[in-house]
């Protein structure tokens, strides 16, 4: 996020001139916007907002309407977040330590517990030796990515969403071994309920909630292991993201493909009718370069 992308959220419009020219990378969450993340030039990492579920991170549930420093991050180069909708969060720092807090009540902060978390707790229950280079988060599930390609996941699974095999909580992070196990994965992304994954040769998989046809595998059923797209066989995707309930995938030609819930038209399809394939999404500006990550509908 840019400085000028701040003026797009008003939980910033409370933040001193000074301050906000410092942040250099913020994430905004909440069911309104109402709780953020930043990182400032000094690498001191501050939160401020509602902190629902102690996700601000400062120890307590207190709201706080200026931002407040998250010590256990300062000065450990933070480079990315993520939220739930519980909300809990992720961070990842350069070196490729991950850090977990907020909402637990399905075991999505990875520490083998359901125990709330109001202060950034490092997670390294097998995932000692990773660098984590990318997290995901679903609303009570969580992915991480190692540089290697390999997936963990863990938390709330009572849709497949972890990709285990079995519709059983995950309480520590666990390798996503079935079907892309031996493959080199290279983008991760989470619906609401599912999640996705983006392979080195422009294949996509996935797995989890399906009710809404979000896997794009042609059906409603949900998936507890991964499944690759077919509908995308002879497409190189080369990125990937997930709204609450759509999924969409760019391909290397600058083509944009989308699928799952439309029922506000997030599809881009012309209509409301929702798609259990990928469907081409047509225009007449020429190729996508880009697509958005947000789980709100064509956000």
């Given at each position: 996020m840019t400085s000028l992308?701040?003026?797009?959220?008003?939980?910033?419009?409370?933040?001193?001139?000074?301050?906000?020219?410092?942040?250099?990378?913020?994430?905004?969450?909440?069911?309104?916007?109402?709780?953020?993340?930043?990182?400032?030039?000094?690498d001191d990492v501050y939160s401020l907002g509602s902190n629902c579920c102690g996700c601000l991170g400062l120890g307590d549930s207190q709201s706080s309407m200026e931002p407040k420093k998250v010590e256990q991050l300062c000065r450990k180069n933070v480079v990315d977040f993520a939220y739930g909708s519980g909300p809990?969060?992720?961070?990842?720092?350069?070196?490729?330590?991950?850090?977990?807090?907020?909402?637990?009540?399905?075991?999505?902060?990875?520490?083998?517990?359901?125990?709330?978390?109001?202060?950034?707790?490092?997670?390294?229950?097998?995932?000692?030796?990773?660098?984590?280079?990318?997290?995901?988060?679903?609303?009570?599930?969580?992915?991480?990515?190692?540089?290697?390609?390999?997936?963990?996941?863990?938390?709330?699974?009572?849709?497949?969403?972890?990709?285990?095999?079995?519709?059983?909580?995950?309480?520590?992070?666990?390798?996503?071994?079935?079907?892309?196990?031996?493959?080199v994965v290279v983008q991760i992304a989470c619906g609401q309920t599912s999640s996705m994954a983006l392979l080195d040769t422009g294949d996509v998989y996935g797995w989890g909630y399906n009710g809404n046809g979000q896997l794009g595998l042609g059906n409603n059923v949900n998936q507890p292991n991964p499944c690759r797209v077919a509908g995308l066989t002879g497409i190189f995707i080369n990125q990937i993201t997930c709204g609450y309930a759509h999924s969409l995938a760019l391909s290397d030609e600058g083509t944009l493909w989308a699928w799952g819930a439309n029922s506000y038209g997030q599809l881009g399809t012309g209509n409301k009718a929702n798609m259990v394939t990928p469907a081409k999404v047509a225009?007449?500006?020429?190729?996508?370069?880009?697509?958005?990550?947000?789980a709100f509908p064509g956000l």
């Open positions: 992308d701040l003026d797009r959220w008003p939980i910033f419009s409370l933040l001193d001139p000074d301050f906000r020219n410092s942040i250099v990378q913020a994430c905004v969450f909440g069911s309104a916007g109402n709780e953020a993340m930043m990182v400032t030039k000094d809990h969060v992720l961070s990842i720092t350069a070196g490729g330590d991950l850090y977990s807090w907020g909402h637990n009540g399905y075991c999505q902060l990875g520490n083998g517990s359901t125990n709330q978390g109001t202060v950034p707790m490092l997670i390294s229950t097998n995932l000692i030796g990773k660098k984590i280079c990318q997290v995901a988060c679903g609303s009570h599930h969580s992915l991480a990515r190692t540089l290697e390609g390999e997936v963990f996941a863990w938390g709330q699974n009572n849709c497949g969403q972890v990709g285990s095999g079995t519709t059983t909580n995950q309480p520590t992070p666990r390798r996503v071994t079935a079907c892309i196990g031996s493959k225009t007449d500006k020429g190729r996508f370069v880009e697509i958005p990550v947000s």
